[in-house]
């Protein structure tokens, strides 16, 4: 039997993005307003601190100057401070700037930054405050006490297990991260949060959590660019290339030395089985003004990730004995303002805080740590997630029902016409596949042009430095496949080989053309988006975090 190394800190957050990374940093500066001393840990299985973190990213400064009120002077990393929105709704071939921007979109004066560089940053305040930081390590397995309700810590994954899971020589087995309180912050679908929502009821009573995929890429631009005389600096699109009835929409930010953030959600919500997430991505790119945007550029970047866009009322349950929740992986997130680091960032803080009061009075059980919730309650961050607690459920609506709910939240701050507006799960929300719809539209298959703006997807997963060592056992389970010969391509034909973003899933399709013998999963080209986990019509497909350090690399996402 393996033996587990055993180590004890007295908080550990799982997780490197924005919600713990600030969170823990929050803890040691209250531990030296109060003078304790703290062992702190915190693991991510990215290769390094900020490599698996992606977003558009337009940020409210709002919380940042809270943790760090001089955070420019210290060297906080900014791409750009937006100068003015555009806000667009495309048709097929043309372009209508629309003159006023929902409120929640006016962004003028906010940073627009990379995640993956703003948690580099933060990862070396955390590190110079004491902090020990573990990137390389995944959070395999939630450990809970005798009683199987207190959560003790985690154990993270083994390491050297070749493809049929037998130790290889360098073989090193997992190692039990024990701590009076356990922070996760995994991000959206995160599986240690979806394993706990088996164990104990921390769903009970919520709405199902509804998500958007996006894709982004950073394209470098020729100097004397687009944005280089443009009055607006931060673009958001509706419309083409989806239909009224499918929410998502594309955006492009302006960065430092002449590169641009662009990238498309799709609501996972979606109920179009033929729709492919890539394609409609290079149908989006493939507009007149987006094309008139990105002329003469090259992709540098590319990556993907799904947002947890459900907000207040599919938040789950925030704290148990011994844990709590932050970050997009409980649903914090402000979708009508399309934003979610700056709430991340004020629910690491706030957790902070209460694993604090927490430790001073010896006692981490649930009750003191609901404090957390309260405290998020009574925020800004409790205010904004109010008012937008319908919005992603309205946005599910399909005909003109979804404009009157959709104006009446705007008008009421939130409340609308049914407040707690309930939503379809996003795994059952796909409708039969159509028989003309059997050939599917799909850009990407077009052949490869030497455009630089215009990349496949093979070459968008190796722009986003993923690497999976392909010796080991797939980190993406389909549990009976069966399932996918016999339901899932008669009813919907293989989905997942279109919701995609990393080519992992493809259909090993039978000489006689009567249907497939299975799917090949090709596990090494995975994004780590999640989408899978999420979409998955029959939900035959768990996503497993892989060997720690393995994954995308983005250093500018
Ligand atoms: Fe995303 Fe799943 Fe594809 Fe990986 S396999 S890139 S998690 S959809």
Same mark, same amino acid.
């Given at each position: 039997? @393996?033996?587990?190394?055993?180590?004890?800190?007295?908080?550990?957050f799982v997780g490197g993005g924005p919600a713990n990374l600030a969170g823990a940093i929050?803890?040691?500066?209250?531990?030296?307003?109060?003078?304790?001393?703290?062992?702190?840990a915190l693991i991510d299985k990215g290769a390094a601190i900020g490599s698996h973190a992606i977003?558009?990213?337009? &940020?409210?400064?709002?919380?940042?100057?809270?943790?760090?009120?001089?955070?420019?002077?210290?060297?906080?990393p900014?791409?750009?401070?937006?100068?003015?929105?555009?806000?667009?709704?495309?048709?097929?071939?043309?372009?209508?700037?629309?003159?006023?921007?929902?409120?929640?979109?006016?962004?003028?004066?906010?940073?627009?930054?990379s995640l993956a560089k703003v948690c580099r940053w933060l990862g070396e305040q955390a590190e110079a405050l004491?902090i020990n930081l573990f990137p390389g390590f995944d959070?395999?397995?939630?450990?809970?006490?005798?009683?199987?309700?207190?959560?003790?810590?985690?154990?993270?994954?083994?390491?050297?297990?070749?493809?049929?899971?037998?130790?290889?020589?360098?073989?090193?087995?997992?190692?039990?991260?024990?701590?009076?309180?356990?922070?996760?912050g995994e991000g959206?679908?995160?599986?240690?949060?979806?394993?706990?929502?088996?164990?104990?009821?921390?769903?009970?009573?919520?709405?199902?959590?509804?998500?958007?995929?996006?894709?982004?890429?950073?394209?470098?631009?020729?100097?004397?660019?687009?944005?280089?005389?443009?009055?607006?600096?931060?673009?958001?699109?509706?419309?083409?290339?989806?239909?009224?009835?499918?929410?998502?929409?594309?955006?492009?930010?302006?960065?430092?030395?002449?590169?641009?953030?662009?990238?498309?959600?799709?609501?996972?919500?979606?109920?179009?089985?033929?729709?492919?997430?890539?394609?409609?991505?290079?149908?989006?790119?493939?507009?007149?003004?987006?094309?008139?945007?990105?002329?003469?550029?090259?992709?540098?970047?590319?990556?993907?990730?799904?947002?947890? @866009?459900?907000?207040?009322?599919?938040?789950?349950?925030?704290?148990?004995?011994?844990?709590?929740?932050?970050?997009?992986?409980?649903?914090?997130?402000?979708?009508?303002?399309?934003?979610?680091?700056?709430?991340?960032?004020?629910?690491g803080?706030?957790?902070?805080?209460?694993? &604090?009061?927490?430790?001073?009075?010896?006692?981490?059980?649930?009750?003191?740590?609901?404090?957390? /919730?309260?405290?998020?309650?009574?925020?800004?961050?409790? @205010?904004?997630?109010?008012?937008?607690?319908?919005?992603?459920?309205?946005?599910?609506?399909?005909?003109?029902? +979804?404009?009157?709910?959709?104006?009446?939240?705007?008008? /009421?701050?939130?409340?609308?016409?049914?407040?707690?507006?309930?939503?379809?799960?996003?795994?059952?929300?796909?409708?039969?596949?159509?028989?003309?719809?059997?050939?599917?539209?799909?850009? @990407?298959?077009?052949?490869?042009?030497?455009?630089?703006?215009?990349?496949?997807?093979?070459?968008?997963?190796?722009?986003?430095?993923?690497?999976?060592?392909?010796?080991?056992? /797939?980190?993406?389970?389909?549990?009976?496949?069966?399932?996918?010969?016999?339901?899932?391509?008669?009813?919907?034909?293989?989905?997942?080989?279109?919701?995609?973003?990393?080519?992992?899933?493809? &259909?090993?399709?039978?000489?006689?053309?009567?249907?497939?013998?299975?799917?090949?999963?090709?596990?090494?080209?995975?994004?780590?988006? +999640?989408?899978?986990?999420?979409?998955?019509?029959?939900?035959?497909?768990?996503?497993?975090?892989?060997?720690g350090g393995?994954g995308p690399n983005y250093k500018?996402a």
């Open positions: 039997m @393996t033996t587990h190394e055993t180590i004890e800190f007295d908080v550990l929050r803890l040691m500066q209250l531990a030296a307003e109060k003078g304790r001393e703290l062992e702190v977003s558009g990213a337009v &940020m409210n400064p709002v919380a940042i100057a809270e943790l760090y009120p001089d955070y420019r002077q210290q060297g906080f900014v791409e750009q401070t937006v100068r003015g929105d555009g806000f667009f709704f495309l048709t097929k071939k043309r372009s209508v700037k629309i003159p006023l921007a929902p409120r929640q979109m006016h962004n003028i004066g906010f940073p627009i930054v004491g959070g395999k397995k939630i450990l809970l006490a005798d009683d199987g309700i207190t959560v003790t810590g985690v154990r993270t994954g083994d390491k050297g297990l070749d493809k049929d899971g037998k130790p290889k020589p360098n073989f090193e087995p997992g190692i039990d991260l024990l701590a009076k309180v356990t922070v996760l959206a679908r995160g599986s240690l949060m979806k394993e706990l929502a088996g164990k104990l009821s921390i769903r009970s009573g919520r709405l199902p959590e509804l998500f958007e995929t996006g894709i982004k890429e950073v394209i470098q631009l020729p100097e004397n660019h687009f944005f280089s005389d443009c009055a607006f600096n931060d673009i958001h699109t509706m419309g083409f290339p989806l239909d009224p009835d499918t929410p998502g929409g594309g955006f492009v930010y302006e960065m430092a030395d002449n590169r641009i953030a662009l990238g498309f959600l799709l609501a996972l919500g979606y109920e179009n089985p033929a729709l492919d997430l890539y394609d409609t991505f290079m149908r989006f790119k493939r507009h007149p003004m987006i094309q008139n945007i990105i002329r003469g550029g090259k992709v540098v970047e590319q990556g993907a990730r799904a947002v947890s @866009t459900g907000g207040w009322f599919s938040m789950p349950h925030l704290a148990v004995d011994g844990a709590l929740f932050t970050g997009n992986g409980a649903a914090i997130h402000n979708t009508p303002a399309i934003k979610g680091i700056h709430l991340a960032i004020k629910s803080m706030l957790a902070a805080e209460t694993i &604090m009061d927490a430790l001073v009075a010896g006692n981490t059980g649930r009750h003191t740590l609901m404090g957390y /919730s309260r405290r998020i309650e009574a925020s800004w961050a409790g @205010t904004e997630l109010r008012e937008g607690r319908n919005f992603a459920q309205a946005l599910a609506k399909k005909g003109p029902i +979804k404009w009157i709910h959709l104006a009446a939240q705007y008008i /009421s701050k939130g409340k609308g016409l049914v407040d707690r507006l309930p939503s379809a799960d996003d795994a059952t929300t796909l409708k039969p596949l159509q028989p003309e719809a059997q050939t599917f539209s799909v850009e @990407t298959e077009k052949p490869v042009t030497d455009d630089p703006t215009m990349v496949d997807k093979l070459t968008g997963v190796y722009l986003s430095g993923t690497l999976h060592r392909e010796d080991q056992p /797939s980190h993406l389970l389909i549990h009976d496949r069966r399932v996918c010969v016999e339901k899932c391509y008669p009813n919907y034909g293989c989905p997942c080989t279109r919701f995609c973003p990393g080519d992992v899933y493809e &259909m090993e399709t039978r000489k006689d053309g009567g249907g497939i013998n299975g799917i090949k999963l090709n596990f090494t080209n995975c994004l780590h988006c +999640k989408t899978c986990d999420i979409k998955d019509p029959f939900n035959n497909i768990t996503w497993t975090c892989p060997e393995e500018q």
